[in-house]
């Protein structure tokens, strides 16, 4: 059975849209007039929710046309809406479900530690990303020559990104706390799996377009 529907939330552009605007609600107005007033382009918009909505990697040929600032800003407004959004949804959440159970209750303990747990090292993750390679990547961009700094195949050679745990916490969900009608739960089990997707294009775009794409400026 899907999960709060999970259908609904992929078949919705909002599913892309929501970390370019999450701070405000999103108005309902026509997606290509929001696209103009945030400097979205929608053809990379609609390239990202396709790949949401098969639960697939996006088609990197077509993502590789775009301008490198679109594709870094769709990266760092990601990074953004997980850091602001997603996963304080994910803690309070958390915190709902430890209140329908006693607060000493080992299983509830056990999933708070992993979940912790991944968030540091999400965090940490995405801060270095922001203060490393994308900052280099900005410089390049503006087009200031950086003599015998090349960065982009050092990148791809360490970046990682093992979402295990994520893996881990909708199975634990699962087996140890099995009363799927709890509310909560079921949040949380759909924001993780919505966590996951996302990151999973997220990781695509990083090691497939944004790194080729920084590699050519390099080579130039
Ligand atoms: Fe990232
Ligand atoms: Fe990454």
């Not at 701070?23 to 026509?30: D, I, S």
């Not at 760092?76 to 959440?93: C, G, V, W």
């Not at 209750?105 to 995405?126: C, M, P, R, V």
């Not at 020559?145 to 050092?154: T, V, Y």
Request: hydrophobic share 40%; proline share 3%; aromatic share 12%.
């Amino acid at each position: 059975m899907r999960h709060l529907d999970e259908f609904s939330m992929y078949g919705n552009r909002r599913v892309v849209l929501n970390r370019y605007a999450f701070h405000g609600e999103l108005k309902e107005q026509p997606i290509l007039s929001f696209c103009q007033e945030q400097g979205i382009a929608p053809d990379f918009l609609e390239i990202i929710w396709e790949a949401f909505q098969q639960d697939s990697t996006p088609d990197e040929h077509l993502l590789m046309k775009f301008d490198l600032d679109i594709i870094l800003a769709y990266l760092k407004k990601t990074h953004h809406y997980y850091k602001d959004r997603l996963i304080p949804e994910l803690e309070m959440t958390l915190h709902n479900i430890s209140l329908e159970h006693a607060v000493d209750h080992i299983i509830i303990s056990e999933l708070s530690s992993t979940f912790y747990a991944y968030k540091k090292d999400l965090i940490a993750h995405i801060e270095e990303e922001e203060n490393g390679f994308f900052r280099y990547a900005e410089q390049i961009i503006q087009d200031k020559f950086m003599i015998g700094m090349d960065l982009a195949s050092q990148f791809s050679l360490d970046h990682v990104h093992e979402e295990d745990a994520i893996e881990e916490m909708i199975r634990f969900v699962k087996k140890y706390l099995p009363v799927s009608d709890r509310l909560s739960q079921r949040i949380f089990v759909s924001k993780l799996q919505l966590l996951r997707r996302d990151l999973l294009i997220h990781a695509f775009v990083e090691d497939n377009v944004f790194v080729p794409r920084v590699l050519e400026l390099e080579l130039k």
